[in-house]
Protein backbone atom coordinates (compact mmCIF):
# COMPACT_ATOMS: atom_id res chain seq x y z
CA UNK A 1 0.00 0.00 0.00
CA UNK A 2 1.28 3.56 -0.93
CA UNK A 3 0.26 7.02 0.99
CA UNK A 4 -0.18 9.84 -1.31
CA UNK A 5 -0.41 13.27 0.85
CA UNK A 6 -2.99 15.82 -0.56
CA UNK A 7 -4.34 19.30 1.33
CA UNK A 8 -7.75 19.34 1.98
CA UNK A 9 -8.89 21.54 -0.46
CA UNK A 10 -7.39 18.99 -3.33
CA UNK A 11 -9.23 16.05 -1.55
CA UNK A 12 -12.65 18.14 -1.41
CA UNK A 13 -12.50 19.19 -5.18
CA UNK A 14 -11.56 15.40 -6.24
CA UNK A 15 -13.33 13.40 -3.68
CA UNK A 16 -15.85 12.46 -6.01
CA UNK A 17 -13.91 11.05 -8.60
CA UNK A 18 -12.11 8.80 -6.05
CA UNK A 19 -15.05 6.16 -5.51
CA UNK A 20 -14.82 5.81 -1.60
CA UNK A 21 -15.08 8.20 1.76
CA UNK A 22 -11.76 9.65 3.36
CA UNK A 23 -11.28 6.81 6.23
CA UNK A 24 -11.14 8.87 9.56
CA UNK A 25 -10.52 7.21 12.93
CA UNK A 26 -12.11 8.81 16.27
CA UNK A 27 -10.77 7.91 19.20
CA UNK A 28 -12.42 10.91 21.64
CA UNK A 29 -14.53 13.54 21.01
CA UNK A 30 -11.69 16.06 20.44
CA UNK A 31 -10.57 14.48 17.51
CA UNK A 32 -13.75 16.03 15.92
CA UNK A 33 -12.30 19.40 16.09
CA UNK A 34 -12.64 21.16 12.45
CA UNK A 35 -14.76 18.11 10.98
CA UNK A 36 -18.19 19.48 9.75
CA UNK A 37 -20.96 17.12 11.42
CA UNK A 38 -24.71 16.65 11.55
CA UNK A 39 -26.29 15.25 14.54
CA UNK A 40 -29.76 14.31 15.77
CA UNK A 41 -30.31 15.00 19.62
CA UNK A 42 -33.06 13.59 21.40
CA UNK A 43 -35.23 16.89 20.61
CA UNK A 44 -33.48 18.06 17.06
CA UNK A 45 -31.14 18.42 14.45
CA UNK A 46 -27.71 20.25 13.47
CA UNK A 47 -25.63 21.05 11.38
CA UNK A 48 -21.95 22.57 12.02
CA UNK A 49 -18.36 22.62 12.15
CA UNK A 50 -16.80 21.86 15.59
CA UNK A 51 -14.52 24.20 16.88
CA UNK A 52 -13.74 22.97 20.27
CA UNK A 53 -14.24 20.20 23.11
CA UNK A 54 -14.79 20.61 26.67
CA UNK A 55 -15.70 17.41 28.44
CA UNK A 56 -19.62 16.56 26.84
CA UNK A 57 -20.15 19.84 25.57
CA UNK A 58 -19.23 20.32 21.43
CA UNK A 59 -18.69 23.66 20.61
CA UNK A 60 -19.74 24.05 16.44
CA UNK A 61 -19.02 26.99 14.51
CA UNK A 62 -21.87 28.05 11.33
CA UNK A 63 -23.86 25.45 12.46
CA UNK A 64 -27.54 25.36 11.39
CA UNK A 65 -30.92 23.75 12.64
CA UNK A 66 -32.26 21.20 9.96
CA UNK A 67 -35.98 22.18 10.53
CA UNK A 68 -36.95 19.34 7.55
CA UNK A 69 -33.89 17.02 6.17
CA UNK A 70 -36.48 16.36 3.57
CA UNK A 71 -35.68 12.57 2.44
CA UNK A 72 -33.05 11.65 4.85
CA UNK A 73 -30.94 9.38 2.10
CA UNK A 74 -31.01 12.51 -0.16
CA UNK A 75 -29.86 15.06 2.37
CA UNK A 76 -27.12 12.75 3.57
CA UNK A 77 -26.14 12.21 -0.23
CA UNK A 78 -26.31 16.05 -1.42
CA UNK A 79 -26.45 18.06 1.65
CA UNK A 80 -29.37 19.68 0.72
CA UNK A 81 -32.47 20.48 3.18
CA UNK A 82 -35.88 21.76 3.06
CA UNK A 83 -36.09 24.12 6.16
CA UNK A 84 -32.48 25.10 7.15
CA UNK A 85 -32.65 28.03 10.73
CA UNK A 86 -28.79 29.19 10.63
CA UNK A 87 -27.74 29.84 14.29
CA UNK A 88 -24.24 30.88 13.95
CA UNK A 89 -22.44 29.78 17.17
CA UNK A 90 -23.73 26.92 19.17
CA UNK A 91 -22.87 23.93 21.26
CA UNK A 92 -23.82 20.47 21.88
CA UNK A 93 -24.28 18.28 24.84
CA UNK A 94 -23.11 14.80 23.15
CA UNK A 95 -25.32 13.13 26.38
CA UNK A 96 -27.86 14.05 24.48
CA UNK A 97 -26.99 12.91 20.85
CA UNK A 98 -28.72 9.57 19.52
CA UNK A 99 -26.88 9.21 16.16
CA UNK A 100 -24.78 11.69 13.69
CA UNK A 101 -21.92 11.39 11.20
CA UNK A 102 -19.26 13.25 9.26
CA UNK A 103 -21.05 16.38 6.76
CA UNK A 104 -19.53 16.11 3.47
CA UNK A 105 -21.37 19.57 2.07
CA UNK A 106 -21.08 23.02 2.31
CA UNK A 107 -22.11 24.10 5.48
CA UNK A 108 -26.02 26.43 4.71
CA UNK A 109 -25.51 29.65 5.81
CA UNK A 110 -28.84 30.81 4.28
CA UNK A 111 -32.46 30.52 6.22
CA UNK A 112 -34.64 28.19 4.46
Do not use: C
Request: no cysteine; glycine share 8%; hydrophobic share 40%.
Amino acid sequence: MKTIIISDSTFESIKDQLGQDESIDISSLEELVGKKIFVRTVTYHIVGEVTKVLGQLVFLKNASWIADSGRFADFIKKGEANEVEPVGDWFINFASVVDGGFFKHALPHSQK
